[in-house]
Nanobody
Framework: QVQLVESGGGLVQAGGSLRLSCAAS????????MAWFRQAPGKEREFVAVINWSGASSTYADSVKGRFTISRDNAKNAAYLQMNSLKPEDTAVYYCAARGAWTDVRTTAYDYWGQGTQVTVSS
């Protein structure tokens, strides 16, 4: 079993930055795909970014491309999401997820989820 804990959320003004962290425990995630999803009030959970096990390949949702960067540190069993140029529409609960196979953008593809961290962007 893999436990994931997100941190780093908060309140920020539009144009600002935040860095989310996802700490994994219970098993090493060095061979796992790591991803970030988000869910705004009244909306479905949506894909944000995903990174393969080595960190060599990543994919982003069009809405965050060029502003967000996903990364990982396998030595620390962790993944990160650097969010720059934040917009009010980025306001959501952000979730870290992991799966032990190839990259995927579907929420249903992931086996392990964190509890989420709230990101609020004020205009």
């Amino acid at each position: 079993q893999v436990q994931l804990v997100e941190s780093g959320g908060g309140l920020v003004q539009a144009g600002g930055s935040l860095r989310l962290s996802c700490a994994a425990s219970g098993r090493t995630v060095s061979r796992y795909v790591m991803a970030w999803f988000r869910q705004a009030p009244g909306k479905e959970r949506e894909f944000v970014a995903v990174i393969n096990w080595s960190g060599a390949s990543s994919t982003y949702a069009d809405s965050v491309k060029g502003r967000f960067t996903i990364s990982r540190d396998n030595a620390k069993n962790a993944a990160y999401l650097q969010m720059n140029s934040l917009k009010p529409e980025d306001t959501a609960v952000y979730y870290c997820a992991a799966r032990g196979a190839w990259t995927d953008v579907r929420t249903t593809a992931y086996d392990y989820w964190g509890q989420g961290t709230q990101v609020t962007v004020s205009s």
